[in-house]
């Protein structure tokens, strides 16, 4: 009877840990131009077709030593899996056998060019898969990532092919300061979620972007967090200097931190936008 017992309660800790850890996601290789971009992905059970977003990562990468993807990507990919979304998050710098990109003066990899070149991969790649809702292919994205997708859905990066564009776009704090003095606008319906007090990117920039782009663009719309920083969606980090941690991952300035109401208002607000 004990022996039996110690087995059951080894048998819910298992259960437990595994539900704790929830489902694991699947490397997929996408073919690049030049090279292979490597991606994690997450997929309801089924045959589908499912509506799908391509999430992009910040500058300190996807994953870390021994997951392939960061806590506060993989929270996010679970709660869009829980709605009924399959979730392709691209890793641009491990594909490109690069670390984090924070604090590196010279970027190989840039928002512009190699990560606007991986969304066009990746949405290639997923019209091709009889699972995906091709006309409900949404993107998301966090800080460099965000910088990415809003020029990836810029009107001069159209796909040339016959297949649906994008549903939407979801940009987490972008740095708007060079798109706001380029004139940006954007093909997709797109939604910039950011705090008002960000020190790391600049919520003034974004205003001005998304104000200058009204009457010329897609539908553009702009929610500003009065009283959240930069990283406020992610769960369990306690506001601090970026400028005082030797995270080769954080960025070299500003403050980082979650902020409770933000971040659940932020979920309301992705869930209601992908669901235009």
């Known amino acids: 009877m004990r022996l039996r017992l110690t087995t059951l309660f080894l048998?819910?800790?298992m259960s437990a840990a595994y539900a704790a850890s929830?489902?694991?996601?699947?490397?997929?290789?996408?073919?690049?131009?030049?090279g292979i971009l490597h991606a994690q992905?997450?997929?309801p059970d089924g045959a589908?077709?499912?509506?799908?977003?391509?999430?992009?990562h910040g500058c300190g990468g996807l994953g870390g030593h021994s997951d392939p993807v960061l806590p506060r990507y993989r929270d996010w990919a679970e709660d869009?899996?829980?709605?009924?979304n399959a979730v392709l998050l691209p890793d641009s710098y491990g594909s490109r056998e690069l670390g984090p990109q924070c604090r590196v003066k010279e970027t190989h990899v840039k928002a512009r060019r190699e990560r606007v070149t991986d969304v066009v991969a990746a949405r290639a790649w997923l019209m091709k898969q009889p699972w995906v809702a091709r006309g409900r292919v949404s993107l998301i994205g966090w800080?460099?990532?965000?910088?990415?997708?809003?020029?990836?859905v810029r009107p001069q990066n159209a796909a040339r092919d016959a297949a649906p564009d994008f549903r939407a776009a979801i940009a987490f704090y972008p740095d708007?300061?060079?798109?706001?003095?380029?004139?940006w606008s954007t093909r997709v319906p797109t939604l910039v979620l950011i705090g008002g007090k960000d020190d790391v990117s600049s919520p003034p920039a974004c205003r001005q972007m998304?104000?200058?782009?009204?009457?010329?663009s897609a539908l553009t719309r702009i929610v500003v967090y009065p009283g959240a920083y930069h990283d406020f969606d992610r769960a369990n980090t306690p506001l601090h200097a970026a400028a005082g941690s030797s995270d080769a991952a954080t960025p070299e300035h500003g403050h980082l931190g979650t902020d409770a109401e933000a971040r659940t208002d932020s979920q309301k607000q992705v869930a209601e936008w992908l669901a235009r």
């Open 48 to 56: 589908g077709p499912f509506p799908t977003v391509i999430a992009l």
């Open 41 to 43: 992905l997450y997929k």
């Open 176 to 183: 708007c300061r060079i798109s706001a003095g380029l004139g």
């Open 80 to 84: 869009l899996l829980k709605a009924g």
């Open 11 to 13: 048998c819910l800790l």
């Open 143 to 152: 800080a460099n990532g965000a910088s990415a997708l809003l020029w990836a």
């Open 210 to 216: 998304v104000d200058g782009a009204l009457g010329r």
């Open 22 to 34: 929830g489902p694991a996601p699947q490397q997929v290789d996408i073919p690049l131009p030049a």
